[in-house]
């Protein structure tokens, strides 16, 4: 089992509708958690931290639940330029190690 | 913003050379950097672990005499690929992390797009 499962997708979506990801960690030791965003040939970029009580930046909406080691992302209003994959990584506590997901590419189409 | 380049940011060379990619961190000093190499379609697997001044921690599977890290300083890390073959051609990408933060510290380098003929 991978230690960060995500769906692949492609999710094609029209501009301006709400799209949301799921992501599960296998590490129950697992402290922190984030979103990145990866545009195609580039480096991932932080997107948004994920708290336990759930956290809005904007459009986005960050989810997470430790008893079932789910994570999710909820992108609303979604925009042209949202179009990338999006990476759910965990960092176990006490060391800056990151593991990531396979990413789920998003296509916002007109 | 933090800023971390990499150099080169492309590269092509024959199978059997030695290749060498540089890690910066521009307006920090890092104690720590991560490499890591990401195939098509494929997610980010870490390669090894550098911290300044000392040896690299590298991940299971990662051999480390093929790849060769140095972290001379608190502001550069390299990565050398010995003896490059076809399946070394990848998408390689170093991190560098503030010293005393968490995951949001962590910062990425352009990436270095690694071709072997």
């Known amino acids: 089992r991978k230690e960060v499962e995500q769906d692949p997708g492609p999710f094609n979506v029209p501009e301006g509708a709400t799209v949301a990801f799921n992501c599960t960690y296998s590490n129950s030791a697992s402290q922190s958690f984030f979103w990145y965003r990866q545009d195609c040939r580039k480096e991932p970029k932080l997107l948004m931290s994920?708290?336990?009580s759930g956290n809005e930046d904007g459009r986005f909406t960050a989810q997470l639940n430790r008893a079932s080691q789910y994570i999710s992302l909820l992108i609303r209003d979604s925009k042209l330029s949202d179009s990338a994959t999006y990476l759910c990584v965990v960092k176990e506590g006490g060391g800056n190690k990151l593991t990531f997901g396979t990413g789920t590419q998003l296509k916002v189409e007109l | 913003g933090a800023v971390v380049s990499q150099h080169p940011s492309r590269v092509i060379c024959k199978s059997g050379t030695s290749v060498k990619i540089e890690c910066r961190s521009l307006?920090?000093?890092?104690?720590?950097m991560f490499w890591y190499r990401q195939f098509p379609k494929q997610s980010l697997m870490l390669m090894a672990t550098s911290n300044e001044g000392s040896k690299a921690t590298y991940e299971q599977g990662v051999e480390k005499d093929k790849f060769l890290i140095n972290h001379a300083s608190l502001t550069l890390s390299t990565l050398t690929v010995t003896s490059a073959h076809p399946e070394d051609s990848s998408f390689y990408i170093c991190?560098?992390?503030?010293?005393?933060?968490?995951?949001?510290?962590?910062?990425f380098g352009p990436g270095t797009r690694l071709l072997v003929l």
């Open positions: 994920v708290y336990s």
């Open positions: 991190s560098a992390s503030r010293f005393g933060t968490s995951g949001e510290g962590q910062y």
């Open positions: 307006d920090f000093q890092a104690t720590t």
